[in-house]
């Protein structure tokens, strides 16, 4: 029996949380993050539960675990934490990461207002900007992203006929924009839009095997984003990303916001150099901008970056006791 003992600094990145565990995470086996990564969820994933679901957590739960880098190019590894799992790369997550960690001085630099992440699904870039000793903006160039599949039909149990497009910013979206039977977010409920979620990526993913083609361990749609007219002064459009199985991110998805600039780049709408201003169903806003063409894999694809801020909440030592018949959580 034992009682297992993590240091944690709270936050959140535009509404939404992030759990940066600065102590008591486990050694992790192999040469990439892709592998540690495979091997915290055959091994260690009790860490995730218990940290993530309640009562410790709660559905919109999300964080990370830094690692030595597994590349010489990095300055340090991000495994990522959420109630869904370990995604591949998280945007929010890492602006409240790299965000808490150099607050903290969990990071160290080697290039002044620049740290390379070693992620799952490969080399982040952060730019920060800092005013006495404080994160004020951190801005990531992310991974490249690009349009998977355009106007996917599918049948949804109670919207009717939906055409979706599939695009990869780190994750697999399945983007929903305005059409016969859906207007726009505005019309649901955040309940509304979780209920409306699980069915259509379970749809989706039945029909469809969406898989990164340089990187197949990175399968299956996880995310559904309802999208919507901005009501932000300066954004070009809102939306509202459904993560897990009941989460609605609060802030505007950093992931996200990199799949539909390349959505959006891929049907013309925007071009190396476009700002893209993304907002949330809180009104909070990423900067996103299409840095540059790319190509993935022979396809077209773009290198989208995504600014934003996060503030610390609180520190937190959290125990998971082995005789707490809740030490993995629960979901209700
Ligand atoms: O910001 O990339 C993101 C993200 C993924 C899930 C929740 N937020």
Redo the contacts with the bound molecule.
């Keep these: 029996m034992a009682r297992h003992t993590f240091f944690c600094l709270d936050g959140h990145t535009c509404g939404?949380p992030v759990r940066l565990v600065a102590g008591g995470g486990p050694n992790l086996t192999g040469a990439t993050m892709l592998a540690k990564r495979a091997d915290f969820l055959a091994n260690h994933d009790w860490i995730r539960r218990g940290l993530m679901f309640e009562p410790r957590g709660h559905d919109m739960m999300?964080g990370a675990i830094l690692y030595p880098p597994t590349r010489p190019d990095c300055d340090v590894a991000v495994l990522y934490i959420?109630t869904s799992g370990c995604?591949p790369?998280?945007?929010?997550?890492t602006i409240g990461t790299v965000t808490m960690a150099l607050e903290h001085g969990l990071v160290t630099p080697r290039e002044p207002g620049v740290l390379r992440l070693d992620t799952p699904a490969g080399v982040v870039v952060v730019r920060y900007r800092e005013a006495a000793g404080l994160v004020e903006e951190v801005r990531l160039t992310n991974v490249p992203a690009f349009l998977a599949a355009e106007g996917v039909e599918v049948d949804h149990p109670t919207l009717g006929r939906l055409r979706v497009d599939v695009a990869y910013g780190?994750?697999f979206y399945a983007i929903v924009d305005a059409q016969a039977n859906f207007r726009d977010m505005a019309d649901f409920t955040a309940g509304e839009l979780v209920a409306m979620s699980g069915p259509l990526r379970a749809a989706l993913n039945a029909a469809h095997d969406f898989a990164h083609p340089e990187a197949p361990e990175i399968r299956g749609l996880s995310?559904v984003m309802w999208t919507g007219a901005p009501t932000a002064a300066g954004a070009a459009a809102r939306n509202a990303?459904f993560?897990g199985d009941k989460a609605i991110?609060r802030?505007p998805?950093?992931?996200?916001t990199s799949a539909r600039m390349a959505q959006w780049a891929a049907q013309g709408r925007l071009a190396p150099g476009d700002a893209f201003a993304h907002e949330s169903i809180i009104g909070s806003v990423f900067d996103g901008r299409v840095e540059a063409a790319a190509e993935v894999a022979g396809r077209p694809a773009i290198i989208p970056s995504v600014a934003g801020w996060a503030r610390l909440t609180g520190l937190n030592t959290i125990f998971i006791d082995d005789r707490d018949p809740y030490a993995q959580g629960f979901q209700v």
């Design positions: 939404n999300s959420e995604l790369m998280c945007g929010h997550g780190g994750n995310h990303v993560y991110d802030s998805c950093g992931t996200g």
